[in-house]
């Protein structure tokens, strides 16, 4: 098993940055497949960004392609979420998920693991 735990939420304004972290403890964290997710009061949860296991490759949804950049440290047992242009449609808990399988997917239902989720607040 793998345990996951956010931070770096938090309120900003329109266009601003801020960048989550997530550590992960427990099983070789190399040997995951690393995703972000958000839900907003009142909606689904849905895919924001994945990496492979090295990083190498990395997938996006549309509507934070370009203004969001996942990254990841092996040697620190970390993820992270670059955001930038945030907009007040960003404002949603986000989730740290990993999954063991060897394809990254967009389904929340494809990850095994979950984090608490961290609030960001994007105010205009």
Known sequence: ??????????????????????????????????????????????????????????????????????????AKNTVYLQMSSLKPEDTAVYFCAAEERMLISRASTGYDYWGQGTQVTVFS
């Open 1 to 74: 098993q793998v345990q996951l735990v956010e931070s770096g939420g938090g309120l900003v304004q329109t266009g601003g940055s801020l960048r989550l972290s997530c550590a992960a403890s427990g099983r070789t964290f190399s040997s995951y497949i690393m995703a972000w997710f958000r839900q907003a009061p009142g909606k689904e949860r849905e895919f924001v960004a994945a990496s492979s296991r090295s990083g190498s490759r990395t997938d996006y949804a549309d509507s934070v392609k370009g203004r969001f950049t996942i990254s990841r440290d092996n």
